[in-house]
C-alpha cells in the first residue's frame, strides 16, 4: 500500500501532470464530456485526483469525490470553486477498496486512470457495484497493456518499475480490459482508443461504461 504522506514531492509532480492531462480535442476527452455530462443524480467518483473531471459534469450535480492523497485532496476544493458552473462536492479521505457509503447510496460512478495504480482493482470494482444502484452506469478511462510484441509493449517493459515508483504504484501494463470483462453487468461497451505518438507508452486506452 503506498504511503501518500512520504510522497510528498513524487504526488505533487504527478498531480501537475494530472491537471493537464486532458488534451483538447482528443477522442478520450470528447468521451468524458459527452459520458460525464450526462449522468444525473449523485455521483461518485474513485480516484477523483485533481479534479480535472469536474469540468465535465452538469451544473450543480452531485458528486462524492474519493480520494486518499492528501496533495490531491489540496486541488480539488481549488478546481471546482475556480470552475463557472461548480458542483455540489463532498471529498471523502478514503481508498476505493473500502467505502463508507451504503449499498446503491449513489446513481452513478465515474473512474478514470485509477484502476492501473489502486492496491486491489477487483476489490475496488466490487465495490462501486455495491454502492452504484441497479441501472446506474460506471464511466471509465484507462491506459491498458500494449499489443504483444509492439514497440509499445517493449516500452512498457522498460519502463514499467520506474514508472510504478513515480506514480504512486501505477500498473502501467495492467489488462484493465479482462478485469471489466470477469464481471457481470447488465450491459458494457467498451471500446479502445489509440492516442498516437502523444500517448507515448500509455498511448492504448479503453473507454466505456458498464451498467449495473
Not at 452513478?108 to 470494482?125: H, I, N, Q
Not at 460506471?138 to 517493459?157: C, D, K, M, N
Not at 498511448?203 to 449495473?212: E, K, L, M, S, V
Request: hydrophobic share 40%.
Amino acid at each position: 500500500m503506498i504511503d501518500f504522506e512520504h510522497q510528498r514531492i513524487r504526488s505533487r509532480i504527478e498531480a501537475r501532470l494530472l491537471a493537464n492531462g486532458d488534451r483538447r480535442g482528443s477522442e478520450v476527452t470528447r468521451f468524458k464530456a459527452d459520458a460525464i455530462g450526462a449522468l444525473d443524480g449523485t455521483v461518485l467518483e474513485i480516484g477523483a485526483g485533481t479534479g480535472v473531471n469536474l469540468r465535465w459534469y452538469r451544473p450543480g450535480a452531485t458528486v462524492i469525490a474519493i480520494e486518499p492523497n492528501p496533495i490531491m485532496r489540496e486541488h480539488l476544493a481549488a478546481t471546482n470553486a475556480s470552475l463557472e458552473h461548480p458542483v455540489e462536492l463532498e471529498i471523502r479521505d478514503r481508498r476505493g477498496e473500502q467505502l463508507d457509503l451504503a449499498d446503491g447510496a449513489a446513481d452513478a460512478a465515474v473512474s478514470t486512470l485509477v484502476l492501473c495504480g489502486v492496491d486491489d482493482p477487483v476489490a475496488v470494482l466490487e465495490e462501486v457495484r455495491r454502492v452504484v444502484r441497479p441501472g446506474g452506469r460506471l464511466v471509465f478511462v484507462e491506459h491498458v497493456a500494449a499489443p504483444i510484441g509492439s514497440r509499445t509493449a517493449r516500452a512498457q517493459r522498460l519502463v514499467r518499475r520506474p514508472h510504478h515508483w513515480m506514480f504512486n504504484g501505477c500498473r502501467v501494463d495492467q489488462d484493465t480490459e479482462t478485469l471489466l470483462r470477469s464481471f457481470e453487468w447488465t450491459d458494457l461497451d467498451l471500446r479502445h482508443v489509440d492516442l498516437g505518438r502523444a500517448g507515448a507508452y500509455v498511448r492504448h486506452q479503453i473507454i466505456g461504461t458498464a451498467t449495473r
